[in-house]
């Protein structure tokens, strides 16, 4: 007869395991890209929703029983505008382009001959010799593909989001069968509580700063004549969730485009001393304050998941790798044996759960009103469930 094979739980074993288990889920989510993206997104909508339902129902006069519909429209409408602002400006940068070599190249020309006197170049390139090796047609071939490409994508995660929306019903009695218990149960509900605050204060923060670098911004940019004025403030707004190169978008996009526009450099210095001066108080004055225990997070960890997101999903990756990093740290600090990579994951190496755990058990203490969880689970998905042994 033959003997069960016997599993070593030593050290070294466990961790190859768990190294085989990264590589295998890594290799996964880059295979699934093209399934799993629009997936995340939508989930990242359905959190956007439920948190504008929230607010709207605290802080507006709308009927409770209103407040989804609303939210879900507006969310989904400012979705959809974004795709098309993005695509509509995105096209005519692709139009303006094809004239380069007319308007645009005899300014860059006089660009590198201001440059080349500056530093002693008696040689300087011109626009010719810079794109020479550069296949241009191929590049704006390639741009538009990607243009197309979230159109498709805005597409795909509106129906996921349907779908998403429309199980919601199914998933309540399904947090219930999966946790019979009043205990587990109740742990679960907490957990999914901290992930979804954590997700929400994220991006209550980035939109309310995005706000004001936007107002500052736009006011600049109007100052000095940039064209696309508005387009480019809400380039800014959107690319502020993308942690690191967000700022360097917002700081240097714009001043650049102000020295192709204008004969003087005045305009594109103005803008980039106001845009840099600006992104480091909101940065460092502001949004501070306002993070508080949201975004609890490793400077060097936000950097990390920005390079593997961005890696694997792409653009859509780097808007998610801060978010999907909030989730693991909450998730991750939940467990005993995972507490350590949260700890790790954490800016002060106390993370969100484990800094509130003791206030989150006087909230959650049995009571006669959500001894079993039904209440906190009711405050969560807005409906009633029969309280379980």
Same mark, same amino acid.
């Given at each position: *007869?033959?003997?069960?094979?016997?599993?070593?739980?030593?050290?070294?074993?466990?961790?190859?395991?768990?190294?085989?288990?990264? =590589?295998?889920?890594?290799?996964?989510?880059?295979?699934?890209?093209?399934?799993?993206?629009?997936?995340?997104?939508?989930?990242?909508? *359905?959190?956007?929703?439920? @948190?504008?339902?929230?607010?709207?129902?605290?802080?507006?006069?709308?009927?409770?029983?209103?407040?989804?519909?609303?939210?879900?429209?507006?969310?989904?409408?400012?979705?959809?505008?974004?795709?098309?602002?993005?695509?509509?400006?995105?096209?005519?940068?692709?139009?303006?382009?094809?004239?380069?070599?007319?308007?645009?190249?005899?300014?860059?020309?006089?660009?590198?001959?201001?440059?080349?006197?500056?530093?002693? =170049?008696?040689?300087?390139?011109?626009?010719?010799?810079?794109?020479? @090796?550069?296949?241009?047609?191929?590049?704006?071939?390639?741009?538009?593909?990607?243009?197309?490409?979230?159109?498709?994508?805005?597409?795909?995660?509106?129906?996921?989001? @349907?779908?998403? $929306?429309?199980?919601?019903?199914?998933?309540?009695?399904?947090?219930?069968?999966?946790?019979?218990?009043?205990?587990?149960?109740?742990?679960?509900?907490?957990?999914?509580?901290?992930?979804?605050?954590? =997700?929400?204060?994220?991006?209550?923060?980035?939109?309310?700063?995005?706000? *004001?670098?936007?107002? =500052?911004?736009?006011? $600049?940019?109007?100052?000095?004549?940039?064209?696309?004025?508005?387009?480019?403030?809400?380039?800014?707004?959107?690319?502020?969730?993308?942690?690191? $190169?967000?700022?360097?978008?917002?700081?240097?996009?714009?001043?650049?485009?102000?020295?192709?526009?204008?004969?003087?450099?005045?305009?594109?210095?103005?803008?980039?001393?106001?845009?840099?001066?600006?992104?480091?108080?909101?940065?460092?004055?502001?949004?501070?304050? *306002?993070?508080?225990?949201?975004?609890?997070?490793?400077?060097?960890?936000? $950097?990390?998941?920005?390079?593997?997101?961005?890696?694997?999903?792409?653009?859509?990756?780097?808007?998610?790798?801060?978010?999907?990093?909030?989730?693991?740290?909450?998730?991750?600090?939940?467990?005993? @044996?995972?507490?350590?990579?949260?700890?790790?994951?954490?800016?002060?190496?106390?993370?969100?759960?484990?800094?509130?755990?003791?206030?989150?058990?006087?909230?959650?203490?049995?009571?006669?009103?959500?001894?079993?969880?039904?209440?906190?689970?009711?405050?969560?998905?807005?409906?009633?469930?029969?309280?379980?042994?």
């Amino acid at each position: *007869m033959k003997l069960p094979i016997t599993v070593s739980h030593s050290s070294p074993a466990t961790n190859a395991v768990v190294l085989i288990a990264v =590589v295998a889920a890594g290799a996964a989510l880059y295979w699934l890209r093209d399934i799993l993206t629009p997936l995340a997104m939508a989930l990242f909508l *359905m959190i956007m929703i439920d @948190g504008v339902k929230r607010a709207l129902e605290r802080r507006t006069p709308i009927p409770p029983r209103f407040a989804g519909a609303a939210a879900l429209i507006l969310v989904v409408l400012g979705f959809l505008a974004s795709i098309w602002i993005i695509v509509d400006g995105a096209a005519g940068f692709f139009t303006d382009a094809s004239g380069v070599a007319g308007s645009i190249g005899p300014r860059i020309d006089q660009i590198s001959r201001d440059v080349s006197t500056l530093v002693g =170049v008696s040689d300087p390139p011109t626009l010719h010799d810079m794109i020479a @090796g550069i296949d241009v047609r191929g590049w704006l071939t390639s741009a538009a593909f990607q243009v197309q490409g979230a159109a498709t994508g805005a597409f795909f995660v509106m129906i996921y989001l @349907g779908f998403l $929306l429309a199980s919601q019903a199914g998933f309540r009695k399904k947090m219930v069968g999966m946790f019979p218990e009043r205990g587990p149960r109740q742990e679960a509900l907490e957990v999914f509580e901290r992930v979804r605050g954590g =997700v929400e204060g994220y991006l209550w923060v980035q939109a309310v700063t995005g706000a *004001m670098i936007c107002a =500052v911004a736009w006011v $600049l940019m109007r100052a000095v004549g940039l064209q696309n004025a508005e387009f480019w403030t809400f380039v800014i707004f959107i690319v502020g969730f993308i942690p690191v $190169l967000g700022g360097a978008v917002a700081g240097c996009a714009p001043p650049l485009f102000a020295l192709v526009q204008f004969e003087s450099y005045w305009p594109a210095l103005i803008l980039f001393v106001g845009l840099q001066t600006l992104l480091f108080l909101v940065g460092n004055l502001v949004q501070p304050r *306002m993070q508080g225990d949201n975004q609890n997070i490793d400077p060097i960890v936000v $950097l990390l998941a920005l390079a593997f997101w961005g890696k694997l999903w792409g653009v859509a990756g780097m808007f998610l790798s801060t978010p999907l990093a909030v989730m693991a740290m909450a998730i991750l600090a939940e467990f005993k @044996g995972s507490r350590w990579i949260a700890v790790l994951l954490s800016g002060d190496g106390e993370p969100y759960a484990a800094k509130h755990s003791k206030k989150q058990d006087k909230k959650t203490e049995p009571s006669s009103k959500n001894r079993d969880g039904s209440s906190l689970l009711n405050r969560i998905l807005g409906r009633d469930v029969p309280p379980q042994a």
